[in-house]
Each structure stands twice: as structure tokens, then as C-alpha cells.
């Protein structure tokens, strides 16, 4: 039979461990965050300063009220 590096049957079903799937959680909503604020920075950079400037000093009072 063929199996991976982990022992595991390439046939069966493999469920990962709960501290494997976490970690694996955590990865992904860290790509996901990289990504996030590199889409952010681009569309911040196609914007004119003061926009930039309005956009976020409203967003911070927002946040302000919020909490």
C-alpha cells in the first residue's frame, strides 16, 4: 500500500488533529491578512492624499464610537 510520510493509507480518509487543523487555520488567516493589506495599500495608492487622509480620520472616529 501506498502511504505518505505521516503513515497515513493514500486511500483512506485523513482527519488532521485538532492542534494540526488550527495551526493550519492560523496560517490561512494570516496569508489572508497579508493579502488583505496588500489589496488595501493598492487601492490606497490610487487614491489622492486627501481622500487617504478623510478616509481614514473617519474611519477612526467611527472605530471612536464603536468602542
Avoid at 502511504?3 to 482527519?15: A, L, M, Q, V
Avoid at 487543523?21 to 493589506?37: G, K, R
Amino acid at each position: 500500500m501506498d502511504s505518505d510520510e505521516s503513515g497515513h493509507d493514500e486511500n483512506e480518509f485523513y482527519y488532521p488533529d485538532e492542534e494540526d487543523y488550527n495551526e493550519i487555520q492560523q496560517q490561512n488567516e494570516i496569508e489572508e491578512d497579508e493579502h488583505f493589506s496588500k489589496i488595501q495599500e493598492f487601492i490606497y495608492s490610487l487614491c489622492p492624499d486627501n481622500t487617504n487622509k478623510k478616509t481614514t480620520y473617519d474611519l477612526n472616529v467611527w472605530r471612536r464610537y464603536c468602542y
